[in-house]
């Protein structure tokens, strides 16, 4: 390898380089390409909704009615992080939230627990999390069963914070917005 690829190489690991395609799925839940960060940051990189029947597709509607006409009384909710291998060690407080925006209120109800369920601060290196090549990745589809009063056409968006104890590292990620039937 000549001497510049192999510096290019060298210089686009400590810049930031897109996910190889044997780390997950390689794209956002739009299909766009993630970037993964420097080695010593974190980033929620997808938070989003989808039907129960197909965890991991985005849908904005994940309790439509399919062709049996019956409303969906559950859905799944992904988060994914990426984290460089300088926060093996990094602790953290990861915050889920999710609001009704045609009422403008809380849904507290509607919030899976995503691991680690210990109360905070958490690890990077630790479970859930799992080290590829320099990077940790953290993914996770949780169920969400829709209470009584929830839906009706309403619409709602998740927020996920991931911030550390000494709050060098901070990332905030929102769902798109979606509604439930």
């Known amino acids: 390898m000549p001497d510049d690829r192999y510096l290019a190489a060298v210089i686009a690991l400590f810049i930031g380089v897109r996910v190889p395609s044997s ?8 299909g766009a390409k993630k970037k993964m960060p420097n080695v010593n940051d974190a980033e929620i990189t997808g938070l989003y909704v989808s039907q ?3 965890p991991g597709v985005q849908d904005d509607a994940p309790n439509a009615p399919g062709a049996s006409t019956v409303i969906g009384t559950t859905f799944e909710v992904t ?4 984290a460089g291998s300088d926060l093996n060690t990094a602790a953290y407080t990861l915050t889920v939230s999710c609001a009704n925006l045609t009422k403008w209120t809380s849904a507290s109800a509607l919030v899976p627990a995503f691991p680690p369920t210990t109360p905070p601060p958490a690890t ?3 479970s859930p999390w799992k080290a590829e090549n320099v990077y940790f ?3 996770d589809n949780q169920p969400v069963t829709i209470p009584a009063g929830f839906g009706g056409g309403q619409v709602y968006q998740y927020t996920a914070s991931l911030i550390t104890t ?4 901070a990332s905030i990620k929102q769902s798109d917005p979606f509604v439930l039937y």
């Open 52 to 54: 129960s029947q197909s």
């Open 137 to 139: 990745v953290y993914s």
């Open 124 to 126: 990077v290196g630790a």
């Open 79 to 82: 988060l994914e992080m990426v």
């Open 23 to 30: 780390q997950g799925k390689g794209t956002d839940s739009k």
């Open 166 to 169: 000494n709050g060098e590292v």
